[in-house]
C-alpha cells in the first residue's frame, strides 16, 4: 500500500511569484485535506476535497486554492507569493469524506518565499 | 471556534519513567481529540484518538491519553519512556458538528527521553 506522496520536497520561489504543490493520496483514499505548519508552530488547515469539490476551508485567503482529481490526487496553488507564506505544506488523506478518522499524512513541501 | 493549547513547549523525562504531555482543548459540540507525532523532517503520525466511550484511549507505541470532560483535557500519557519516543508532540480537535477533517492543532510539544 502506497502512502501519501508529496511533490517537490523543497523549493525556493521570490514573492509575487505563483507555486503549485501536488500531493497523491493513500490508496483507496478518496478526501484530501491541506495544512500550512510555519516553523515552530501547529499545523493550521487550508482546505479539503472530497469527490474533486472544496467542503472545508480554513482562514486563509483566495490566493491560496487547490484542485482534486478523478485519481483523487490534488494540487494547492498559491499565487502573489508572501514572505509569511513559508512553510511546511502538508497533504494528508483519509477513506472517507465524513467519516472520522485518522489523517494520513505525506512529508510534506518546505515552501521558502524570498 | 475550536481551539487547542499545549501549555508546555518542552518535556524532559529520563528513559523508564512515566511521561505526561498535556493539551486542553475547547469546542462548541462534542470533541473529537487527536494526538499525532512529528519526527524531524517528517511528516505527522496518527497516534490516538477519542470520539466517544472510555475516556482512557489507548493508542501505538504503548502511548495512551485520558479524556476528561470536566476539565476539557486530554492529557498523553505513557508508563516507561523509550529514547525513541523523542519528538514532537501535537493535540487536536474536531468539533463534532463539523464535517469533514477540519483539525485544529496545538503548538506542539516537543519530548525529550534522555537515557
Known amino acids: 500500500e502506497t502512502g501519501v506522496t508529496q511533490s517537490p520536497t523543497h523549493l525556493i520561489k521570490t514573492r509575487g511569484q505563483q507555486v503549485t504543490l501536488r500531493c497523491s493520496s493513500q490508496s483507496g483514499h478518496n478526501t484530501v485535506s491541506w495544512y500550512q505548519q510555519a516553523l515552530g508552530q501547529g499545523p493550521q488547515f487550508i482546505f479539503q476535497?472530497?469527490?474533486?469539490?472544496?467542503?472545508g476551508r480554513g482562514n486563509f485567503p483566495p490566493r491560496f486554492s487547490g484542485l482534486q482529481f478523478p485519481n483523487y490526487s490534488s494540487e494547492l496553488n498559491v499565487n502573489a507569493l508572501e514572505l509569511d507564506d513559508s512553510a511546511l505544506y502538508l497533504c494528508?488523506?483519509?477513506?472517507?469524506?465524513?467519516?472520522?478518522?485518522?489523517?494520513?499524512f505525506g512529508e510534506g513541501s518546505r515552501l521558502t518565499v524570498l | 471556534a475550536q481551539s487547542v493549547a499545549q501549555p508546555e513547549d518542552q518535556v524532559n523525562v529520563a528513559e523508564g519513567n512515566p511521561l505526561t504531555v498535556k493539551c486542553t482543548y475547547s469546542v462548541s459540540g462534542n470533541p473529537y481529540l487527536f494526538w499525532y507525532v512529528q519526527y524531524p523532517n517528517r511528516g505527522l503520525q496518527f497516534l490516538l484518538k477519542y470520539i466517544t466511550g472510555d475516556n482512557l484511549v489507548k493508542g501505538s507505541y504503548g502511548f495512551e491519553a485520558e479524556f476528561n470532560k470536566s476539565q476539557t483535557s486530554f492529557h498523553l500519557k505513557k508508563p516507561s519512556a523509550l529514547v525513541s519516543d523523542s519528538a514532537l508532540y501535537f493535540c487536536?480537535?474536531?468539533?463534532?458538528?463539523?464535517?469533514?477533517?477540519?483539525?485544529?492543532f496545538g503548538g506542539g510539544t516537543r519530548l525529550m527521553v534522555k537515557p
Open positions: 487536536a480537535v474536531r468539533d463534532g458538528g463539523n464535517a469533514g477533517n477540519m483539525l485544529t
Open positions: 476535497y472530497y469527490r474533486e469539490e472544496e467542503n
Open positions: 494528508a488523506s483519509s477513506p472517507r469524506g465524513v467519516e472520522i478518522g485518522e489523517l494520513f
